[in-house]
């Protein structure tokens, strides 16, 4: 059992909690995630640790289905049943010399604990985006670990109105980058990853597939990359954007989507 | 004297069975038990002994049973197996202790040590401690069996394991209608009184390494058995609705998905299966898919002869309706976005190969498509690889921690037993090896 310390709101439907797991806590790296279930009846999902201190972890989450649904209901004080981690290989700390960071949506809170892992040896440069001004969130806490912080938004409700893709490719048209690390929907790591494609510029991203066990038991997260099947779990999460098979990913990321529905259906009945 | 008739135990009726995950097979009366355990001779040197990799003084509590003395027996059996619920249901009896029995028909030794299991209480005995501190890495039936041995010798044991519920391949393959989660539980609860602590939520190898591991302990068990699945490597194996069984059964056996939305982790549920193997986690993934309300085809590229799964198990899938398509092999999988259909081709046998059995080879020209909406991969599992890649043990051709007859690996006072050490093997085989490497590592811990 976790306890809830602390939980907020960060912005539209994106929920943050702090949870008391020293022992995983101990050994959070930048990278990793945890493997998370409510209760007895609930599912294992997996959530990236955004950050961590000597007693808790740090998730972030949007809520898009029945069980970020629960989660969003527990509130600062209640219970989460199992909490697994750290899981997956974390981030390589190394001196790349500018390093964009590319965060879209949720993927904001995954690209947090990287650039506050690589700003002391790189110029970090953070773009994040989202559909509209009302889902964006910790902008504060990127600027305090970038060199410069571009935002945007769909809708232009806030900062430069477009897509996160568009200001990368003026970006990189304009300056040397050595690194991109995109985070975010797949359709956007999609897109980073051809825009990045012709300049050859190194480009990981974080994969973000179905997973059961996390612990390389099943192959449900299975993912073709350089042509070979690898397990995000444990080979991942992150691999190279440019070696991703993307058409594969995007279709095995939607196969339980009627199931999904079923199930807040079934939860909105009241049953 | 009037002689005893071999006791059959019930079983659901295939019609019934297939509408639920309810066990199938309902075990002995008590009057059953007895009138079985009096058909046995009691030999002077009883040779089924010889055939239990456990262990177990099968004659001494048959006898027991024979006598009305349930408890007794029990406890006869828990000198040598702390899981004998489980041994009772998914030990191929008719291999080892049932082979060796001189009756015909063959006594019906695991439906006796079950019955005792279900129907006795299991008695905690107090044991000496002797101060050492042992850490087992993974709640499967190797760890458990190492584990509880330990105990029972007093030391002080914490198992380690990586799932939110202790069992191992016990919880989340073997399906709840050949095995009961309520008996794992049940088995894991006992060990757990014996002293055993079981740490969920544990992955070592990311939340604690060997190494800090081997500072708090005398000695290491690993025991994390053959969780890595095997892919075919055949085009559009990454379509949606291709499951490898690992990932089918934990689905529906860990999570309980059959009882989806109740329980919300989802699994597809295809008007038609096909399942790609001949083992036992063939056989299970086929009889899931089946109760999920598929029609199911198991395809085996050799013959019934070599299959390796259980002939019990074939009959209870035959049963319920499962079909069979041996000499069979996938070459293709065809959809858009999900499966649509298979694409095979027929086999031949050729010569032996090096497991003994005859060799399958294609039939040129013989191709043919099944369609389906669902495909189970069950073509065998690897070893974990996750510890490995933390420790630099040595390691066998396929990954396999590297042991010798003692279960010591590269490293000292780390062991290593179960599938994680042997390959992919049985249940029962994994008991064994926890046994006897608690023995040894008992024998080490004294020497000092």
């Given at each position: 059992?976790h306890?809830?310390?602390?939980?907020?709101?960060?912005?539209?439907?994106t929920?943050?909690?702090?949870?008391?797991?020293?022992?995983?806590a101990?050994?959070?790296?930048?990278?990793?995630?945890?493997?998370?279930?409510?209760?007895?009846?609930?599912?294992?999902i997996?959530?990236?640790?955004?950050?961590?201190?000597?007693?808790?972890?740090?998730?972030?989450?949007?809520?898009?289905?029945r069980?970020?649904?629960d989660l969003?209901?527990?509130?600062?004080?209640?219970?989460?049943?199992?909490?697994?981690?750290?899981?997956?290989?974390?981030?390589?700390?190394?001196?790349?010399?500018?390093?964009?960071?590319?965060?879209?949506g949720?993927?904001i809170?995954?690209?947090?604990?990287q650039?506050?892992?690589?700003?002391?040896?790189?110029?970090?440069?953070?773009?994040?985006?989202?559909?509209?001004?009302?889902?964006?969130?910790?902008?504060?806490?990127?600027?305090?670990?970038?060199?410069?912080?571009?935002?945007?938004?769909?809708?232009?409700?806030?900062?430069?109105k477009?897509?996160?893709?568009?200001?990368?490719?003026?970006?990189?048209?304009?300056?040397?980058?050595?690194?991109?690390?995109?985070i975010g929907?797949?359709?956007?790591?999609?897109?980073?990853?051809?825009?990045?494609?012709?300049?050859?510029?190194?480009?990981?991203?974080?994969?973000?597939?179905?997973?059961?066990?996390?612990?390389?038991?099943?192959?449900?997260?299975?993912?073709?990359?350089?042509?070979?099947?690898?397990?995000?779990?444990?080979?991942?999460?992150?691999f190279?954007?440019?070696?991703?098979?993307?058409d594969?990913?995007?279709?095995?990321?939607?196969?339980?989507?009627?199931?999904?529905?079923?199930?807040?259906?079934?939860k909105?009945?009241?049953? | 004297?009037?002689?005893?008739?071999?006791?059959?135990?019930?079983?659901?009726s295939?019609?019934?069975r297939?509408?639920?995950?309810?066990?199938?097979?309902?075990?002995?009366?008590?009057?059953?038990a007895?009138?079985?355990?009096?058909?046995?001779?009691?030999?002077?040197?009883?040779?089924?002994?010889?055939?239990c990799?456990?262990?177990?003084?099968?004659?001494?509590?048959?006898k027991?049973?024979?006598?009305?003395?349930?408890?007794?027996?029990?406890?006869?059996i828990?000198?040598?197996?702390?899981?004998?619920?489980?041994?009772?249901?998914?030990?191929?009896?008719?291999?080892?202790?049932?082979?060796?029995?001189?009756?015909?028909?063959?006594?019906?030794?695991?439906?006796?040590?079950?019955?005792?299991?279900d129907?006795?209480?299991?008695?905690?005995?107090?044991?000496?401690?002797?101060?050492?501190?042992?850490?087992?890495?993974?709640?499967?039936?190797?760890?458990?069996?190492?584990?509880?041995?330990?105990?029972?010798?007093g030391?002080e044991?914490?198992?380690?394991?990586?799932?939110?519920?202790?069992?191992?391949?016990?919880?989340?393959?073997?399906?709840?209608?050949?095995?009961?989660?309520?008996?794992?539980?049940?088995?894991?609860?006992?060990?757990?009184?014996l002293?055993?602590?079981?740490?969920?939520?544990?992955?070592?190898?990311?939340?604690?390494?060997?190494?800090e591991?081997?500072?708090?302990?005398?000695?290491?068990?690993?025991?994390?058995?053959?969780?890595?699945?095997?892919?075919?490597?055949?085009?559009?194996?990454?379509?949606?609705?291709?499951?490898?069984?690992?990932?089918?059964?934990?689905?529906?056996?860990?999570?309980?998905?059959?009882?989806?939305?109740?329980?919300?982790?989802?699994?597809?549920?295809a008007?038609?299966?096909?399942?790609?193997?001949?083992?036992?986690?063939?056989?299970d993934?086929?009889?899931?898919?089946?109760?999920?309300?598929s029609?199911?085809?198991?395809?085996?590229?050799?013959?019934?002869?070599?299959?390796?799964?259980?002939?019990?198990e074939?009959?209870?899938?035959?049963?319920?309706?499962?079909?069979?398509?041996?000499l069979?092999?996938?070459?293709?999988?065809?959809?858009?976005?999900?499966?649509?259909?298979?694409?095979?081709?027929?086999?031949?046998?050729?010569?032996?190969?090096?497991?003994?059995?005859?060799?399958?080879?294609?039939?040129?020209?013989?191709?043919?498509?099944?369609k389906?909406g669902?495909?189970?991969?069950a073509?065998?599992?690897?070893?974990?690889?996750?510890?490995?890649?933390?420790?630099?043990?040595?390691?066998?051709?396929?990954?396999?921690?590297?042991?010798?007859e003692?279960?010591?690996?590269?490293?000292?006072?780390?062991?290593?037993?179960?599938?994680?050490?042997?390959?992919?093997?049985?249940?029962?085989?994994?008991?064994?090896?926890?046994?006897?490497a608690?023995?040894?590592?008992?024998?080490?811990?004294?020497?000092?």
């Open positions: 059992m306890k809830i310390k602390e939980k907020k709101v960060l912005a539209e439907k929920i943050m909690m702090k949870i008391v797991a020293p022992e995983i101990k050994k959070a790296r930048a990278g990793n995630f945890v493997i998370l279930r409510i209760d007895e009846k609930g599912e294992r997996p959530l990236t640790i955004a950050d961590h201190d000597l007693e808790t972890i740090t998730i972030i989450f949007l809520v898009v289905g069980t970020t649904e969003s209901k527990l509130n600062k004080g209640n219970n989460i049943l199992d909490i697994a981690g750290p899981l997956g290989n974390p981030i390589e700390y190394e001196k790349y010399g500018t390093v964009v960071f590319v965060g879209g949720l993927g809170a995954a690209i947090y604990p650039l506050k892992a690589l700003k002391k040896d790189n110029k970090v440069i953070s773009i994040i985006g989202a559909r509209k001004k009302e889902l964006l969130f910790l902008i504060d806490e990127i600027k305090q670990f970038s060199d410069r912080v571009i935002v945007c938004t769909d809708d232009g409700s806030f900062g430069r477009g897509f996160v893709t568009e200001a990368l490719r003026d970006l990189i048209n304009k300056e040397k980058i050595d690194r991109v690390v995109a929907p797949p359709v956007m790591m999609k897109a980073v990853s051809d825009v990045t494609r012709d300049k050859k510029i190194k480009t990981i991203v974080s994969i973000n597939t179905i997973m059961v066990d996390g612990i390389g038991m099943c192959g449900s997260c299975r993912v073709r990359v350089n042509n070979e099947i690898k397990f995000a779990c444990v080979d991942g999460p992150e190279d954007a440019h070696q991703v098979d993307w594969e990913f995007l279709k095995r990321n939607l196969r339980y989507k009627e199931e999904e529905h079923e199930c807040m259906l079934t909105n009945d009241g049953k | 004297m009037m002689e005893n008739k071999e006791q059959k135990q019930k079983e659901m295939p019609e019934e297939i509408k639920s995950f309810k066990e199938v097979s309902l075990g002995y009366t008590k009057e059953q007895i009138e079985e355990a009096k058909r046995c001779l009691q030999c002077p040197v009883p040779l089924c002994e010889k055939g990799p456990a262990g177990i003084l099968i004659k001494k509590f048959i027991h049973i024979a006598d009305e003395e349930f408890d007794l027996a029990l406890k006869v828990l000198e040598k197996n702390s899981l004998p619920g489980v041994c009772g249901r998914v030990c191929p009896a008719e291999e080892q202790c049932k082979k060796k029995c001189i009756c015909k028909p063959a006594i019906n030794i695991n439906l006796l040590e079950r019955f005792v299991a129907n006795s209480e299991k008695i905690v005995k107090n044991v000496k401690k002797t101060g050492k501190k042992i850490a087992v890495v993974g709640s499967g039936p190797a760890g458990l069996a190492c584990s509880s041995e330990l105990a029972l010798m030391h044991v914490v198992v380690y394991e990586a799932l939110h519920k202790p069992g191992g391949v016990l919880t989340y393959g073997i399906p709840e209608f050949r095995l009961p989660k309520k008996i794992v539980m049940d088995e894991a609860n006992y060990i757990k009184k002293g055993v602590s079981i740490k969920l939520n544990s992955v070592v190898g990311k939340l604690f390494s060997v190494d591991l081997l500072k708090k302990h005398d000695a290491i068990f690993i025991a994390t058995g053959a969780g890595l699945p095997y892919f075919l490597g055949i085009n559009g194996e990454n379509l949606n609705n291709v499951y490898s069984a690992n990932e089918f059964l934990t689905r529906n056996n860990l999570m309980k998905s059959y009882k989806f939305p109740e329980y919300i982790t989802p699994v597809k549920r008007e038609k299966t096909v399942v790609i193997g001949g083992g036992n986690v063939a056989i993934s086929a009889r899931v898919a089946k109760r999920l309300g029609d199911v085809t198991i395809i085996y590229r050799r013959s019934r002869a070599e299959m390796p799964a259980r002939d019990e074939v009959k209870h899938a035959e049963e319920e309706g499962i079909k069979f398509m041996f069979t092999n996938p070459v293709k999988i065809i959809g858009k976005e999900d499966v649509e259909a298979v694409r095979c081709i027929r086999m031949k046998l050729g010569e032996p190969d090096d497991s003994g059995r005859r060799r399958p080879l294609p039939v040129e020209g013989s191709e043919f498509m099944i389906c669902q495909i189970i991969v073509i065998g599992q690897g070893p974990n690889p996750l510890i490995g890649k933390t420790i630099d043990l040595n390691t066998g051709k396929k990954g396999n921690i590297a042991v010798n003692k279960y010591e690996t590269s490293i000292e006072k780390v062991y290593a037993g179960g599938d994680i050490a042997s390959g992919s093997a049985t249940v029962i085989n994994a008991i064994h090896d926890g046994k006897v608690a023995k040894e590592i008992d024998e080490k811990l004294k020497r000092g």
